[in-house]
């Protein structure tokens, strides 16, 4: 049975590891409020001009922007990996990159050659050691993603796209579900996807109609035509560029914000399995204290028997 000094000490080690976990867990908490107001506030625009893309690109002449084409082979895929810098975020990183990886087998298999982007020193860290080398690497920006990021990973996606060098191009990352939740997505960014983001990320489960055949035309609400001004090119080329960097830049926050969650659950678990240690430590010292009392007062009392008689 341990003694008394070997408890007290584990007891004071696990404490102190409680407080460590404990305001790690108060810091992410605070993190999470911003990064969900960023998420929260920029989810409408990615939203738009990624419905706008849709609506309007079947209006478009097909030459008028070489990103709206579908290519006829699969050939080359680039997938951007979004991570974190940090670990004690529980299985935030590990799902992440355990997909990636299993979905560029996935690929390899089929023929296709792919390339990596890796965001944040985890992903960078587990593709180095399997020998993966990612054209990009982002490192401490996981937590504070920037508008220049995204707008790199966009441009450097679009133009090897446009010139062939590139036929699909898909990104992995946590969604923050809430405060408490994380959901792992895969979300194909080239060529367009007609998924809207209520759909993409579960935020408002499209409701079918059951009565649309049911339903008379209305005449007065004819679908119209779209004119494009100064043409077909410039409103396509504009409309791309920003569908490409909303897409990335709004992964790249969102994951920011799943991050934060994912820490302070983790935190608080630690901290209530410390709590819980901390107990049952208690309770196992106050037993061997009292059993070292009782041993010692019988062997008092058997010493002061002894000289009696």
Same mark, same amino acid.
Request: with cysteine; hydrophobic share 40%.
């Given at each position: 049975?341990?003694?008394?000094?070997?408890?007290?000490?584990?007891?004071?080690?696990?404490?102190?590891?409680?407080?460590?976990?404990r305001?790690m867990?108060?810091?992410?908490?605070?993190?999470?409020?911003?990064?969900?107001?960023?998420?929260?506030?920029?989810?409408?625009?990615?939203?738009? %001009?990624?419905?706008?893309? %849709?609506?309007?690109?079947?209006?478009?002449?097909?030459?008028?922007?070489?990103?709206?084409?579908?290519?006829?082979?699969?050939?080359?895929?680039? +997938?951007?990996?979004?991570?974190?810098?940090r670990?004690?975020?529980?299985?935030?990183?590990? $799902?992440?990159?355990?997909? =990636?990886?299993?979905?560029?087998?996935?690929?390899? *298999?089929?023929?296709?050659?792919?390339?990596?982007?890796?965001?944040?020193?985890? =992903? +960078?860290?587990?593709?180095?050691?399997?020998?993966?080398?990612?054209i990009?690497?982002?490192?401490?920006?996981?937590?504070?993603?920037?508008?220049?990021?995204?707008?790199?990973?966009s441009?450097?996606?679009?133009?090897?796209?446009?010139?062939?060098?590139?036929?699909?191009?898909?990104?992995?990352? $946590?969604?923050?579900? $809430?405060?408490?939740?994380?959901?792992?997505?895969?979300?194909?960014?080239?060529?367009?996807?007609?998924?809207?983001?209520?759909?993409?990320?579960?935020?408002?489960?499209?409701?079918?109609?059951?009565?649309?055949?049911? *339903?008379?035309?209305?005449?007065?609400?004819?679908?119209?035509?779209?004119?494009?001004?100064?043409?077909?090119?410039?409103?396509?080329?504009?409309?791309?560029?920003?569908?490409?960097?909303?897409?990335?830049?709004?992964?790249?926050?969102?994951?920011a914000?799943?991050?934060?969650?994912?820490? *302070?659950?983790?935190?608080?678990?630690?901290?209530?399995?410390? $709590?819980?240690?901390?107990?049952?430590?208690?309770?196992?010292?106050?037993?061997? *204290?009292?059993?070292?009392?009782?041993?010692?007062?019988s062997? +008092?009392?058997?010493?002061?028997?002894?000289?009696?008689?």
């Amino acid at each position: 049975m341990p003694n008394l000094h070997d408890i007290e000490r584990r007891i004071n080690s696990v404490s102190s590891t409680k407080q460590i976990t404990r305001t790690m867990e108060m810091v992410a908490a605070a993190k999470i409020r911003r990064a969900s107001e960023r998420v929260y506030n920029a989810l409408p625009w990615a939203s738009a %001009i990624s419905e706008m893309l %849709i609506s309007t690109a079947k209006y478009a002449p097909l030459d008028s922007e070489p990103l709206l084409a579908t290519h006829d082979e699969v050939k080359r895929a680039l +997938i951007v990996v979004i991570a974190s810098d940090r670990g004690l975020a529980g299985g935030f990183n590990s $799902n992440v990159l355990r997909h =990636a990886e299993k979905l560029i087998k996935e690929k390899e *298999r089929q023929g296709i050659e792919v390339e990596i982007v890796a965001c944040g020193k985890k =992903a +960078i860290g587990y593709f180095s050691y399997r020998n993966i080398v990612p054209i990009f690497e982002f490192r401490d920006l996981s937590a504070d993603p920037t508008y220049e990021e995204a707008a790199e990973i966009s441009q450097f996606a679009g133009d090897s796209y446009r010139e062939g060098k590139l036929d699909e191009v898909i990104i992995v990352f $946590n969604h923050a579900k $809430n405060a408490a939740e994380q959901r792992l997505i895969e979300q194909q960014v080239l060529p367009i996807n007609t998924t809207s983001y209520a759909e993409l990320l579960g935020l408002a489960p499209k409701e079918k109609d059951y009565f649309e055949h049911f *339903r008379e035309k209305d005449l007065n609400h004819l679908p119209g035509d779209i004119d494009f001004e100064p043409d077909a090119e410039s409103v396509m080329h504009y409309l791309m560029r920003a569908y490409l960097r909303n897409t990335f830049y709004y992964a790249l926050i969102d994951s920011a914000a799943a991050e934060q969650g994912a820490r *302070r659950t983790a935190m608080k678990s630690a901290t209530d399995n410390a $709590n819980e240690m901390v107990n049952t430590l208690t309770r196992v010292y106050n037993r061997v *204290r009292q059993g070292a009392i009782t041993t010692e007062i019988s062997e +008092i009392v058997g010493g002061a028997a002894a000289l009696e008689e």
